[in-house]
């Protein structure tokens, strides 16, 4: 079993700053994966970052240059550092991490939590 929990979201102006956490915790062996993902109302759920274990990134357009995402092996946790956020930002945002139990990778998705960009 594993279990995969976000924090960190909230209310924030625009222009401001949020850092989402994401931990992954239980029978895991590896974690070859650790992505954000968000979802606003009625749009579909959308790619926002990525972090593999070797460390390499990805980012959606629409957030490069304001958005970072790290991640802590030790830990199993994934950070997104979101600064100069816009409105349009809003969403619910999930946390997504491909796990290795034994030889094969399962996809575990967190709760979420909710980033409203808002005056």
């Known amino acids: 079993q594993v279990q995969v929990v976000e924090s960190g979201g909230g209310l924030v102006q625009p222009g401001g700053s949020l850092r989402l956490s994401c931990a992954a915790s239980?029978?895991?062996?590896?974690?070859?994966?650790m992505n954000w993902y968000r979802q606003a109302p009625g749009k579909q759920r959308e790619l926002v970052a990525g972090?593999?274990?070797?460390?390499?990134?990805n980012y959606a357009d629409s957030v490069l240059g304001r958005f970072t995402i790290s991640r802590d092996n030790a830990k199993n946790t994934v950070y997104l550092q979101m600064n100069s956020l816009k409105p349009e930002d809003t969403a619910v945002y999930y946390c997504?991490?491909?796990?290795?139990?034994?030889?094969?990778?399962?996809?575990?998705w967190g709760q979420g939590t909710q980033v409203t960009v808002s005056s």
């Open positions: 239980g029978s895991i062996s590896s974690i070859n994966a």
């Open positions: 972090i593999r274990s070797s460390g390499s990134t």
């Open positions: 997504n991490t491909l796990v290795v139990v034994g030889l094969i990778e399962y996809p575990y």
